[in-house]
């Protein structure tokens, strides 16, 4: 769910439950951003630096640097100072530089999570992406109306169908409300979990959420081992090959372009997970992933992959394009279509096939199909019979970046797609 930052009287009420802390004396952050790329900040661009604290209740900001830069150029120094006093130790915490420039965020970081119970804090040098302006924010569907929500900029900014709206709050009952800053007639509503979105007042349909990543989500690595399991409510983080064991609540979730970012704490963890929607390969076994993983507590940092390597083959119909590297005859098609269940089938050049196929952690394997008793010419039941000797020998798959699925096994290789 979008929200603003809380109030003071918020932040000092959070304060106050997080219990007295011995030392008052402001923590300091500092650090500094750039950029590999040789191209320079425009004249007029600003930078800001900021510290949210996230809990069940949303996020509040707990400081922030804002930086004329009047024609500097990277690297741009920081520099924080927190209110030990309003920090809630079991938050968690996280910090993220911005670059904007005519009234647009052009540059982020990626979040860092800090651990503020320290005398000082050096991040090091954060490096800024680029962002395209709509690229970010949570993506809905509002009937078939693509829209995105977000707050990268000065104000939190409403896209809808490629057209953006800067966004002011308007306190108005229950819930968030959002008024255009250009167009009283633009709002969204956001209350109890669900959005409502007024174009030019006119009422959007229902909107949801476009695609999320689905949960349970799980995710894992190697040297040193670590896995992490997303539910509906908690999160189980699993590290050192099993010695260490963090079980959190889940505070929220939120969607950034093609990364989803899942927020825990509990006590004295906090894990921010973020899942980016790319062919993710485990770095032992070679196992494709539809998602790369990167797993942030206070104090480590894990990366790997994550989600079912099963959800890169099912759902689709594959084509097949070559059968080790000489080609095909390409009418009929020979195809496949994988389902959730463990099931294969399509059209082998001559006859329909199925067969039955198996995903472990290091291979797929595909037995020995069943097809139907049409004869073909001579070409295409020797194509047939080499298709179906390929895949009985898979053991092997994976994506190109052309999105091309390759298997591969004993009896040689194909592509699809």
């Known amino acids: 769910m ?38 320079a900040l425009p004249a007029g661009a600003t930078a800001r630096i900021e510290i949210r604290e996230y809990t069940v209740n949303g996020f509040s900001l707990v400081a922030e640097q804002r930086i004329d830069l009047t024609g500097r150029q990277v690297p741009i120094p920081f520099e924080l100072e927190v209110d030990r006093r309003a920090i809630d130790n079991e938050a968690l915490h996280e910090l993220r530089g911005i670059t904007s420039h005519g009234g647009y965020a052009r540059r982020a970081t990626e979040p860092k999570v800090l651990n503020l119970v320290s005398d000082a804090i050096r991040t090091g040098t954060l490096h800024l992406r680029p962002l395209d302006r709509i690229a970010f ?59 409502t979105v007024h174009l030019n007042g006119q009422e959007l349909p229902e909107c949801s959420i476009s695609d999320p990543l689905p949960l ?88 790997g992959c994550g989600g079912e390597p099963s959800s890169l083959l099912a759902g689709r119909r594959w084509v097949v394009e070559d059968l080790n590297g000489r080609g095909i005859i390409d009418r009929p098609r020979m195809t496949l279509e994988f389902d959730s269940d463990g099931g294969v089938a399509g ?7 199925t067969a039955q196929y198996k995903l472990t952690g290091e291979r797929l394997t595909i037995d020995p199909a069943a097809t139907t008793r049409m004869t073909c010419p001579e070409a295409l039941m020797n194509q047939e019979r080499r298709f179906l000797e390929i895949l009985e020998g898979v053991n092997h798959f994976d994506l190109e970046t052309s999105g091309a699925l390759i298997l591969q096994g004993k009896a040689g290789s194909l592509v699809a797609r």
């Open 2 to 39: 979008f929200r603003v930052p809380a109030t003071l009287s918020a932040i000092l009420l959070a304060a106050g439950c997080a219990g007295s802390i011995p030392n008052p004396s402001p923590l300091t952050v500092k650090g500094e951003l750039t950029y590999r790329e040789r191209i």
């Open 137 to 195: 924010g949570t993506a809905y569907r509002c009937g078939e109306v693509p829209v995105q929500l977000g707050r990268l900029d000065e104000a939190p900014r409403l896209v809808i169908d490629g057209r953006t709206f800067r966004m002011r709050p308007a306190a108005e009952g229950s819930g968030e409300r959002l008024v255009a800053a250009d167009d009283p007639t633009t709002t969204v509503r956001v209350d109890a979990g669900e959005m």
């Open 216 to 303: 349970p989500f799980s995710a894992g690595g190697n040297e040193p081992g670590w896995h992490v399991e997303v539910g509906a409510a908690d999160v189980k983080l699993v590290t050192d090959y099993g010695e260490s064991t963090r079980e959190m609540k889940l505070l929220g979730r939120e969607t950034e372009g093609d990364t989803t970012r899942f927020r825990a704490s509990s006590g004295a963890n906090a894990a921010l997970i973020s899942a980016t929607a790319t062919i993710c390969r485990d770095s032992a076994t070679g196992m494709p992933h539809p998602y790369a993983v990167v797993v942030q507590t206070r104090d480590d940092r894990h990366t």
């Open 347 to 353: 059209l082998a050049s001559c006859n329909r096939f």
